[in-house]
């Protein structure tokens, strides 16, 4: 791997990568109104890593500048599989540098030392970050856009409301519930338990906001009491030809709790990962048309080919500085 390093504005810039990357890529770099403030520098590099699509490793003074799609996008797919399983080199060091994690020794230990699961890493590590780490802006835009560290709070205020019921019936089915319609339009949620026993219930679901439905599932399975379930099951043991034990009962009444409770906890947190991807393509999509304004800008007031692809302008810089700082 090879490296260059800039000088602008006495601060020093690095590209590392492949020769031929980095001489190309640090054109674009050289290009930016940058102006020795560091907060607002390292925004601008991010967004050109972004718009640009640039491969090369680029550190300010030293620290890692990394991309903010990139980033949001990886960490979105590791939130809905709840593993680490397909984390990247890229994810793992933003983790490690980024996050100051260091209870591992390589990628695979990393994973081993979270169980392989995303929740793990939030509740042990992400959700208790205190504001130091963000002193980084790119870090601080990330950290603000994944809701964690000291933004880890505000997932609670996500508008869960802005999902389909279409969305939530598959949300319901990635976590191994089954679905099924009611003649009143109501759903029955079903789920296998230990000792080949069937746990269901009904849920309200015709012109109710989401938050309202996923509340119901958090009250059913507060709501549910093992005494009563194993009195209520051992009572009809008489009408069974293969009744369960008065042990195997109480299994699985344990186990339907365990399950209630997983269920109720994961459906929450897809829900909002889910209202999260809505927000992420209406980004998106906002920032597109942003670009076709610019680019009829451009072509309307005759500007040559070398104005059009300047990869940052004045005015950029101070949008940007209204939107981050």
Not at 67 to 79: G, T
Not at 170 to 181: A, G, H, L
Not at 184 to 203: M, Q, R, V
Not at 227 to 255: G, H, W
Request: charged letters at 30%; one cysteine or more.
């Amino acid at each position: 791997m090879d490296s260059l390093e800039l000088n602008i504005n006495n601060k020093k810039i690095n590209l590392s990568g492949k020769k031929s990357i980095i001489e190309k890529e640090k054109q674009y770099i050289e290009r930016l109104n940058l102006t020795g403030n560091e907060y607002n520098d390292r925004l601008i590099i991010q967004k050109c890593i972004d718009d640009e699509n640039l491969k090369s490793d680029i550190s300010y003074c030293g620290s890692t500048i990394y991309s903010f799609e990139k980033i949001v996008k990886q960490y979105r797919k590791l939130q809905k599989s709840d593993s680490l399983e397909n984390m990247t080199e890229y994810m793992y060091h933003f983790f490690i540098y980024g996050c100051d994690d260091i209870a591992h020794y390589d990628i695979q230990g990393f994973r081993g030392y979270y169980n392989n699961s995303l929740r793990n890493l939030e509740n042990e590590l992400l959700k208790n970050l205190p504001g130091i780490y963000t002193r980084n802006s790119d870090i601080d835009r990330i950290f603000k856009e994944l809701k964690i560290g000291i933004y880890f709070k505000e997932r609670e205020q996500i508008n869960i409301d802005k999902i389909s019921l279409n969305t939530l019936k598959s949300i319901i089915k990635e976590c191994d519930w089954d679905v099924s319609i009611n003649g009143d339009g109501s759903w029955n949620l079903s789920k296998d338990t230990i000792h080949n026993i069937a746990y269901s219930f009904n849920i309200e679901v015709l012109n109710r906001d989401i938050s309202k439905i996923i509340k119901d599932i958090s009250y059913i399975t507060n709501s549910f009491n093992k005494e009563n379930y194993i009195e209520d099951v051992v009572s009809k043991r008489n009408q069974s030809e293969n009744a369960l034990t008065i042990s195997e009962i109480v299994e699985v009444a344990n186990n339907i709790k365990y399950l209630l409770s997983q269920f109720s906890s994961n459906i929450l947190y897809k829900s909002r990962v889910a209202a999260e991807e809505i927000k992420d393509v209406s980004s998106k999509e906002e920032q597109s048309n942003n670009n076709v304004i610019q680019m009829s800008f451009f072509s309307n007031n005759n500007k040559d080919s070398s104005d059009t692809v300047s990869v940052y302008s004045n005015q950029d810089y101070e949008n940007d500085l209204e939107i981050f700082g």
